[in-house]
């Protein structure tokens, strides 16, 4: 579904958590380009009376050269293979989640789903 599909489902949800919630969207590494997107996301979760929201984009490091983006396996600067792998894994960020989680964990990250796919009017 589209992120703003999730956004109108969870609003009618968040007024029957008395421990409070929070709405995750899960976007590709290209959004760091349309921050106009990432606005209009944000406004409409707003709108939306969303309480708590958050907007998770994977962020990529090679520890050799320094390069920053989604590139997973290796830097596509330099080719290094040294890269920290900054995700949201059940709630958390974590420095890089090939060393700081089990194997489930980081099955669940690689499985999880891109709701910008959904995106239309996508710059
Ligand atoms: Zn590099």
Redesign the pocket.
């Known amino acids: 579904m589209s992120p703003y599909d999730k956004i109108d489902i969870e609003s009618q949800l968040t007024g029957y958590s008395s421990a409070g919630c929070i709405t995750y969207v899960e976007l590709d590494g290209g959004v760091k380009n349309n921050l106009e997107a990432l606005e209009q996301i944000v406004n409409y979760a707003i709108d939306k009376d969303i309480p708590y929201f958050a907007l998770n984009v994977p962020n990529d490091t ?1 520890l ?4 920053c983006d989604e590139f997973n396996d290796h ?1 596509p ?4 293979e040294h890269i920290q792998q900054l995700r949201r894994v059940t709630g958390y960020l974590t420095g890089d989640y090939k060393t700081a989680f089990n194997k489930g964990k980081q099955a669940e990250t690689e499985d999880r789903y891109k709701h910008s796919k959904k995106l239309q009017g996508w710059k």
């Open positions: 090679c050799e050269c320094g390069y830097c600067m330099c080719d290094s």
